[in-house]
T-cell receptor, first 115, second 114 residues
Framework: DQQVKQNSPSLSVQEGRISILNCDYTNSMFDYFLWYKKYPAEGPTFLISISSIKDKNEDGRFTVFLNKSAKHLSLHIVPSQPGDSAVYFC??????????????FGKGTLLTVNP | ETGVTQSPTHLIKTRGQQVTLRCSSQSGHNTVSWYQQALGQGPQFIFQ???????GRGNFPPRFSGLQFPNYSSELNVNALELDDSALYLCASSPGPRAVDTQYFGPGTRLTVL
């Protein structure tokens, strides 16, 4: 039972354009969401997070949008750079529940930014 | 400040054997979480240790066990290895046990079970 779904295994964009990575979740207890980036042979690196009390969080070129009614979040990267090419994982947690220690990850989306 | 390190980098074992994977947490962090990442999948939570005690566990059988030491480094032990245990094992350290305490991942240990 995939509680966090990233339905696009891959995405290819041109340098300078916007990259939009999508994530859906099914567990209504999830109230804290994160995006991680992973390069080959390295561990995932934290990018940005958002709490369910917000619908948008921005950090430089990275913005995460949360639509609670649709149980959907997206990561926007503007402008995209070749160094952004990596696998992006969406993760979620029920931060106020008994499992507030646990992150549930999606399968990831491979982003390729072409020069 | 040193980051999260894991050893060994790669490991090959046969079915039925036992394996121990190691993780050194980042300075100032008291929590280590372990994840299994199978090919083509996202990391799946195994368990978390906070101040030397198991703080939570995912859907993994008891043959997956762990330890955390007074310096907050950690071990993952897997007994009676099965072919499906072949995966990348990631550890992450954090300054606290909650999901809002950002987890910093090591590079992982690639385990192959033949």
């Amino acid at each position: 039972d995939q509680q966090v779904k990233q339905n696009s295994p891959s995405l290819s964009v041109q340098e300078g354009r916007i990259s939009i990575l999508n994530c859906d979740y099914t567990n209504s207890m999830f109230d804290y969401f994160l995006w991680y980036k992973k390069y080959p042979a390295e561990g995932p690196t934290f990018l940005i997070s958002i709490s369910s009390i917000k619908d948008k969080n921005e950090d430089g070129r990275f913005t995460v949008f949360l639509n609670k009614s649709a149980k959907h979040l997206s990561l926007h990267i503007v402008p995209s750079q070749p160094g952004d090419s990596a696998v992006y994982f969406c993760a979620a947690s029920a931060s106020s529940g008994g499992s507030n220690y646990k992150l549930t990850f999606g399968k990831g989306t491979l982003l390729t930014v072409n020069p | 400040e040193t980051g999260v390190t894991q050893s060994p980098t790669h490991l090959i074992k046969t079915r039925g054997q036992q394996v121990t994977l190691r993780c050194s947490s980042q300075s100032g962090h008291n929590t280590v979480s372990w994840y299994q990442q199978a090919l083509g999948q996202g990391p799946q939570f195994i368990f978390q240790y906070y101040r030397e005690e198991e703080n939570g566990r995912g859907n993994f059988p008891p043959r997956f066990s762990g330890l955390q030491f007074p310096n907050y480094s950690s071990e993952l032990n897997v007994n009676a290895l099965e072919l499906d245990d072949s995966a990348l094992y990631l550890c992450a350290s954090s300054p606290g046990p909650r999901a809002v305490d950002t987890q910093y991942f090591g590079p992982g240990t690639r385990l192959t079970v033949l």
